[in-house]
T-cell receptor, first 117, second 115 residues
């Protein structure tokens, strides 16, 4: 069975600090995908990144970067020079193929990031 | 803006009633998924439809059912509402067939309160 653990319930930082959100996953499949989503107070989940299990390259997008390590089953997310607009709940998600190849996603419980001015 | 809309925004029902939630996907998105997000929790996958047929289901009872229409709209129906059904219900659409790895685009959700 698949599982996603986001051990940090809430993180509070001051603007311009760097912050890392942890994500640890469990799966028995060799083919799977990992995602990060941002959920601002408006409620709409915003897609940030997708990574498949065969691509362990780290990725950087502006102030955002992701570190995927299969050896530790982790897919951590770092925000550099945080801004107040980064305040939101961040979810890590794992999807593995169900029967017939359909998509069965599992989300973590989320990490609430609060960035103070 | 993801182009996915949901209605209504908020809804209050009483235990035992039935409810229908609606979602309108982006044009060309043939797959729609529904999620339940309880307060303080991550979204939980309810089911997924591809071209009007259910092709994936999470651990939810049969009183949760859905429909998908050719015009990229869909419905989530919940019968015999229980207090624990109070949650934010999210709809998500994707271009593909709902396969592992498809990127999903979420709507703003419908907040359902069951009294």
């Amino acid at each position: 069975a698949q599982k996603v653990t986001q051990a940090q319930t809430e993180i509070s930082v001051v603007e311009k600090e760097d912050v890392t959100l942890d994500c640890v996953y469990e799966t028995r499949d060799t083919t799977y995908y990992l995602f990060w989503y941002k959920q601002p107070p408006s409620g709409e989940l915003v897609f940030l990144i997708r990574r498949n299990s065969f691509d362990e390259q780290n990725e950087i997008s502006g102030r955002y970067s992701w570190n995927f390590q299969k050896s530790t089953s982790s897919f951590n997310f770092t925000i550099t020079a945080s801004q107040v607009v980064d305040s939101a709940v961040y979810f890590c998600a794992l999807s593995e193929a169900g029967r017939g190849g359909s998509y069965i996603p599992t989300f973590g419980r989320g990490t609430s990031l609060i960035v103070h001015p | 803006e993801t182009g996915v809309t949901q209605s209504p925004t908020h809804l209050i029902k009483t235990r035992g009633q039935q409810v229908t939630l609606r979602c309108s996907s982006q044009s060309g998105h043939n797959t729609v998924s529904w999620y339940q997000q309880a307060l303080g929790q991550g979204p939980q996958f309810i089911f997924q439809y591809y071209r009007e047929e259910e092709n994936g289901r999470g651990n939810f009872p049969p009183r949760f059912s859905g429909l998908q229409f050719p015009n990229y709209s869909s419905e989530l129906n919940v019968n015999a509402l229980e207090l624990d059904d109070s949650a934010l219900y999210l709809c998500a659409s994707s271009r593909g067939q709902g396969n592992v790895g498809d990127t999903q685009y979420f709507g703003p959700g419908t907040r359902l309160t069951v009294l």
